[in-house]
């Protein structure tokens, strides 16, 4: 899978593609946080510069490994798009 499937799709594809983006960011931060929690005993106080580096290391480490799963979210994306079509682009039209 490539990009170039989901964009076959459209805008729906290109918007289901970002819905996965946001869904994979909003997993990483608590993700991170956690890691730092659970590496050095405490949550993270965004007031100190090496918590905050650690934070960012670890949704950094964890965007890199995210890359081997690319085809999964491609996939999502995919199977998203007729959904996201039907349901956000084209919600006021259609039979009644």
């Known amino acids: 899978l490539e990009f170039a499937d989901v964009k076959k799709y459209g805008v729906a594809g290109t918007v289901a593609y970002v819905i996965t983006e946001l869904a994979f960011w909003i997993v990483a931060f608590p993700v991170a946080a956690t ?30 490994v995210a890359r081997l799963a690319v085809p999964l979210r ?20 259609g039979g009644g």
Request: glycine letters at 12%; aromatic letters at 12%; a negative charge.
């Open 35 to 64: 890691a730092l929690y659970n590496t050095s005993g405490h949550w993270p106080d965004f007031g100190d510069n090496a918590d905050r580096a650690a934070v960012l290391g670890f949704i950094f480490a964890g965007a890199n």
């Open 74 to 93: 491609l996939g999502a994306a995919l199977a998203l798009a007729p959904w996201v079509d039907e349901n956000l682009l084209n919600r006021g039209e």
